[in-house]
């Protein structure tokens, strides 16, 4: 076994590869809890989307319910073949958010799900995302903090961090930072909203979303530094 600080991107591709194969799109939050991030963006049919890091597509697929032309991009060939498979309609290749396989002011919007804190070069791959998204685009990420009693205490602590799987968190503060070095301009920061989603789905009975209708956003009663992740809505800074 590879000592952990030296656990290269292959090896995190193989074990994402390895994940997905066992098991599958239960890895991942339904996708009854994707929508809201189309929702924080103002996505309207037709607009272009890039979804960075897309896993087997739960975003993607919550696109095009909603008109939205839906490309993804993943490193693991698993997540990609499972994206292809379910979803017919998107374009999703596989590749490095490090070097996206995508042209210049390429997409109108772009979201990254709680991959960003796993990306080796941080830097490069937000300078990236800001590369192949039009001028005028928006940004939508969710990234974990690094503030919690689960993760200081559970992931470093009793040293239950997936290194194998370069899995990392950040503060809000060094979260702020990073992407206001990297050239975005924060328009909010608001905590997950998946258990408030969870809480909805068990009153509706278990029913998807109307999509048709907006979600509440919650905002929270408690500080949002304590959230256990964030997520950011963000433009081109000017």
Avoid: K
């Avoid at 290749?93 to 960003?116: K, W």
Wanted: proline residues 6%; contains cysteine.
């Amino acid at each position: 076994m590879n000592d952990p600080e030296t656990y290269t991107q292959r090896d995190v591709i193989d074990w994402f590869d390895r994940t997905y194969a066992e098991h599958g799109f239960d890895y991942l939050r339904p996708v009854a809890a994707y929508p809201i991030y189309l929702q924080l963006l103002g996505a309207v049919p037709g607009e272009r989307l890039l979804d960075v890091a897309c896993g087997p597509g739960q975003l993607l697929r919550a696109a095009i319910a909603r008109g939205v032309d839906a490309t993804g991009v993943d490193v693991s060939a698993q997540a990609v073949a499972m994206a292809r498979d379910a979803l017919p309609d998107a374009r999703v290749e596989e590749g490095n958010a490090e070097a996206l396989p995508f042209d210049d002011a390429s997409f109108s919007l772009v979201t990254c799900i709680g991959a960003i804190e796993r990306m080796f070069d941080r830097p490069a791959a937000l300078a990236e995302m800001r590369r192949v998204a039009t001028p005028d685009a928006r940004f939508c990420v969710m990234v974990r903090n690094a503030n919690t009693l689960s993760w200081r205490i559970w992931r470093q602590w009793l040293d239950r961090q997936n290194r194998r799987g370069h899995q990392d968190a950040l503060s809000l503060d060094a979260w702020t930072a990073l992407f206001g070095d990297a050239g975005f301009a924060i328009d909010d920061v608001l905590p997950d909203q998946w258990f408030r989603q969870r809480v909805r789905r068990v009153l509706r009975g278990f029913r998807a979303p109307d999509v048709r209708r907006p979600e509440p956003v919650a905002r929270g009663w408690l500080p949002l530094g304590v959230a256990n992740e964030f997520i950011f809505v963000m433009r081109h800074a000017p």
